[in-house]
């Protein structure tokens, strides 16, 4: 059995004895607790930065039992979430992951969050509700075990220190799973099927890896003074994180062998400054790019940007989809054909089969989820020959991202830009006059402001509201996906470049639109969107070093169904800067989750839970691993 220690809410276990487990775990006492392998203590409290954690945590102790087990940020000491169990694994006792072969055993997740009545997982005895915990007599000592309810009211008594082979069941479903049996083979042969779904798709991500290291790409020249200077034109700080993944990107492109990385982040963290410097790394080597989106208003935005970055250079960018015109879209296409194009930004209409480019060298996906079927099998012939760079803001959480590695080439952005601030989230009632303030505050301070009804029957009526509200002289316009292409690009181009105070559009803006200047944005009718939706939405706020405020208005007098009211709550709840994961679990959903993991792979996820489903994939890819066919 592996070392760990383990501690929980209401447990007595004593301060120096975590100190010196600490120690022999090979963690270092510091004066703060700053970075992984850290730890200080302050009287009855104890800061811990564990081995594989995104973030520190802090426990407290009251009445010699601990009190508090919570996640603060670093740099301001804000307590961000509690926890009521977690699991610290030591760092100089853990072996290397590329040797390393983990069992279904390993704790990938390290908190074991559980309220009583939740449905929750045993490796061995499959899936029950847990109950709390029990003291029970074992060997004439009472010691602490979690009681789990099986099927017919059968009981499991689980010692807290066998507390890594419990997890809390996620399956992004909504409907509640079946209770096991305890004594019957029916668990294991549920695991057993799930296993071997789970090891052909470890199986076929590495064939297609070593496929791509066998084949020969371009190999792309270090980065010139030009790659220099086009960086320098990046208006803010990088992230480390950003630095690193564009490390990693321009590593790819040097190497000779395809690309093919997915570049996962929360929203606006910076994905598309790595794929604009991955570009324009490209365009240096005479290569073409293919920047392909999901909507229109996107790849227009994206043109604009790309535009702007790129006008001291000799570079030729072209945007192709619905808001050029037919004689436009045929000049672009010979454009493209013949090499003129460098860089050509579009929704699915590059796919087509009448555009042919010269030299195509790099293809850049953004959401690729949001692609048909058919776009699909054309990216994965693509993925053999050319360098693919794929972005999603589906928010990986650590335990996948722990569980892929090695069979997927991955880069996470993690961290928030500097100076960001976390969007003020308010859930209200609809009110004329909070609407008023909202707006004038923010065209006071000469921004701008997104009002978003996703009606368009009635947007005459919320535009006539808006108008009367609006100082004299201030601009208000209404965007939507049924105007004609060259009026609603005309809006889309003159709100970029703030010649509008106020938008007024449906979920047309929800993907990646990025206008600095824009920090308030008002949602009507609220409680019918999807949590994911709504953190989407707050996400096109936010982008700058001012405070931002997101406005979610729900109908007055309406008795809101239970579910729209958690999903209400849960978006005020997590409104911290990277709070994405803690969106997607909340809302029992990965968008995107067909991207990284394939569609076929959600049965397994029901039938074991995330958390297994996690263990058995770490387990399938670092076996193959071992087995050297891969290396």
Not at 208 to 219: E, H, I, P, T
Not at 467 to 488: F, K, N, T, V
Not at 572 to 594: K, N, Q, S, V
Request: proline residues 4%.
């Amino acid at each position: 059995m592996f070392k760990s220690l383990k501690i929980y809410t209401g447990s007595g276990i004593d301060l120096g004895d975590i100190t010196n487990s600490l120690v022999d775990f090979g963690y270092r006492r510091q004066e703060n607790t700053q970075e992984e392998g850290d730890f200080s203590r302050r009287g009855g409290i104890i800061d811990i930065f564990p081995f594989s954690f995104e973030l520190p945590i802090r426990l407290e102790w009251e009445n010699d039992k601990v009190s508090c087990i919570r996640t603060f940020d670093p740099s301001t000491g804000k307590p961000l979430w509690d926890h009521k169990t977690v699991i610290i694994l030591p760092i100089k006792k853990i072996p290397a992951a590329k040797t390393a072969i983990f069992t279904e055993e390993f704790p990938l997740s390290n908190f074991v969050d559980l309220d009583i009545g939740d449905f929750v997982v045993h490796n061995q005895y499959g899936i029950g509700r847990f109950l709390g915990i029990q003291k029970i007599k074992s060997r004439d000592k009472h010691l602490d075990h979690l009681v789990i309810e099986y099927d017919r009211q059968e009981k499991l008594f689980v010692p807290v220190d066998q507390m890594h082979l419990v997890q809390k069941y996620i399956a992004f479903q909504a409907r509640r799973p079946k209770l096991y049996r305890l004594g019957t083979k029916e668990w294991q042969r549920v695991k057993d099927r799930a296993r071997k779904g789970i090891q052909k798709m470890a199986w076929d991500l590495l064939t297609l890896q070593a496929m791509r290291a066998s084949a020969q790409g371009f190999v792309y020249d270090k980065d010139t003074q030009w790659q220099a200077d086009f960086e320098k034109t990046f208006p803010y700080k990088e992230t480390p994180d950003q630095l690193e993944a564009s490390r990693q990107v321009k590593l790819d492109m040097e190497s000779g062998k395809p690309m093919d990385r997915l570049l996962c982040g929360d929203v606006g963290y910076g994905k598309t400054e790595v794929a604009m410097r991955a570009a324009f790394k490209a365009v240096m080597n005479n290569k073409q790019v293919a920047y392909l989106v999901p909507t229109t208003i996107l790849a227009e935005q994206h043109y604009i940007n790309f535009n702007r970055r790129i006008k001291d250079f000799p570079v030729n960018i072209q945007l192709l989809c619905r808001f050029r015109t037919d004689a436009e879209q045929k000049k672009i296409i010979k454009d493209i054909a013949s090499g003129t194009a460098d860089i050509v930004i579009g929704t699915h209409r590059l796919l087509s089969d009448d555009v042919l480019f010269k030299d195509l060298g790099l293809v850049i996906i953004d959401e690729e989820q949001r692609f048909g079927v058919l776009a699909k099998e054309k990216l994965k012939k693509m993925r053999l020959t050319t360098d693919v760079l794929t972005l999603t803001a589906t928010p990986i959480p650590r335990t996948l991202y722990m569980s892929l590695m090695g069979a997927r080439d991955l880069s996470v952005i993690n961290t928030a830009p500097q100076n960001r601030l976390p969007v003020k989230t308010v859930v209200i009632e609809y009110d004329e006059d909070l609407i008023r303030q909202a707006v004038l505050k923010e065209i006071n301070r000469h921004g701008q402001v997104f009002f978003l009804h996703n009606r368009v029957q009635d947007i005459d009526k919320i535009r006539d509201m808006l108008a009367g509200i609006l100082p004299a002289g201030a601009r208000l316009e209404i965007a939507h996906g049924q105007m004609p292409a060259r009026l609603l690009e005309k809006i889309m181009s003159e709100f970029l470049e703030g010649k509008i105070d106020c938008l007024l559009c449906t979920m047309i803006i929800e993907s990646g639109i990025d206008i600095p200047n824009a920090n308030t944005i008002i949602v009507n009718n609220a409680h019918m969107f999807g949590l994911a939706d709504m953190h989407q939405l707050r996400g096109r706020v936010g982008r700058f070093d001012r405070p931002a405020y997101a406005y979610f208005l729900v109908p007055k007098s309406v008795v809101l169904e239970k579910d729209a009211r958690k999903r209400l709550d849960a978006i005020c709840e997590y409104a911290h800067l990277g709070a994405g994961f803690h969106i997607a679990m909340e809302d029992l959903e990965i968008r995107g989750a067909g991207n990284l993991l394939g569609i076929e792979q959600h049965g397994f996820i029901a039938a074991v839970g995330f958390d297994l489903y996690c263990r058995l994939l770490r387990e399938a890819v670092g076996t193959f691993q071992k087995t050297g066919v891969f290396s």
